[in-house]
């Protein structure tokens, strides 16, 4: 993991705001490609980003930094729209 990407996570990690969102402005095309893939809609992918950073800041203590950050963006991102899309399944029945 690049130096400087691990300093932010662990900067993140103690509260630091301002080192999240530098790891968000990194990561933000990507996970937004993603969205897209997935959800092949804009407002969906959209949203889909928003609940995706969301999550991580809430859960940014819990990554370990053995594992790659994107590895970890990347399976909030698949999971989310997964629970996503279960749950508009549930509202249409």
Do not use: C, P
């Not at 996570?9 to 630091?16: D, K, P, S, V, Y």
């Not at 997935?38 to 990554?63: N, P, W």
């Amino acid at each position: 993991m690049e130096n400087n990407i691990k300093s932010l996570i662990l900067e993140a990690q103690r509260g630091n705001t301002e080192a999240f969102h530098e790891l968000v402005s990194f990561y933000d095309e990507r996970v937004m490609i993603l969205a897209l893939q997935l959800t092949r809609d804009k407002q969906d992918a959209e949203d889909l980003y928003q609940e995706v950073f969301m999550k991580a800041f809430k859960a940014i203590e819990s990554f370990r930094l053995e594992s790659e950050f994107f590895t970890w963006l990347y399976r909030i991102t698949v999971n989310s729209f997964y629970n996503l899309q279960r749950k508009a399944s549930r509202i249409q029945q």
